[in-house]
């Protein structure tokens, strides 16, 4: 088997990712991978596996399914991948700014709780201090 050829089983690309073969079959449902079929077996190709592996970095970087699917079609067919990077950079950098709000919005709750937490320790000291 040539490089360019290379085949995969579910269980093969499951392993290697760490997920189930139910999440694999997941994102063939949302039409990220389009293995062919042996009988009733799945047999996934190199352009699959690197799909594959794009959909779960997506996903871990807290990416919606939308922009999946949108990020990773813009990588068919076509040989100029400036597009697809100046498209990439846009979402990476939209990501970003959620998670950076985020971070602000829990910095601002942790000091509301340890503002509220220095209020319960005070009541309780004049407490016990009756």
Partial sequence: MTHSTA???ISDLAREFGITPRTIRFWEDQGILAPEREGRNRVFTRRDRARLKMALRGKRLGLSLAEIKDLIG?????????????????????????????????????????????????????????
């Avoid at 709000?101 to 009756?130: G, T």
């Fill in 7 to 9: 085949r995969f089983a």
């Fill in 74 to 130: 813009m990588y068919s067919g076509t040989e100029d991948e400036t597009p697809q990077l100046i498209e990439c950079l846009r979402v990476m950098a939209k990501r970003r700014e959620a998670l950076e709000q985020q971070r602000e919005d829990i910095e601002a709750m942790l000091a509301e709780i340890s503002q509220f937490e220095r209020q319960c320790r005070q009541e309780l000291q004049r407490r016990d201090s009756r």
